[in-house]
């Protein structure tokens, strides 16, 4: 199994980026995708997830600004980033309940 991410890089403060996290496999049985991010000098931390029932939670950080959502025909999940905020830059990582994908780095300016 493989997570593919990709969509990620340099916007201005304010603007908007859509990451894609595709998935080698099928993600309809698969109970929950998440984002995660992690900037410079700090630990990853959780972004939005996703259950196969199309449940969502955000962290307080984006609630409101981001979007989490899945395709099941692309097995391919979406993170639509609105509003973005130089705190938003940061190296983000897809992940199913027992994979990590590389990362897609996001880079905001003011």
């Known amino acids: 199994v493989q997570l593919q991410a990709s969509g990620g890089g340099l916007v201005q403060a304010g603007g908007s980026l859509t990451l894609s996290c595709a998935h080698s496999g099928s993600i309809y049985s698969i109970r929950s995708m998440a984002w995660f991010r992690q900037a410079p000098g700090k630990q990853r931390e959780f972004v939005a997830d996703i259950t196969r029932g199309g449940n969502t939670n955000y962290a307080d950080s984006v609630k409101g600004r981001f979007t989490i959502s899945r395709d099941f025909a692309k097995n391919t999940v979406y993170l639509l980033m609105n509003s973005l905020k130089p705190e938003d830059t940061a190296v983000y990582y897809c992940?199913?309940?027992?994979?990590w994908g590389q990362g897609t780095l996001v880079t905001v300016s003011s």
């Open positions: 992940k199913s309940p027992s994979v």
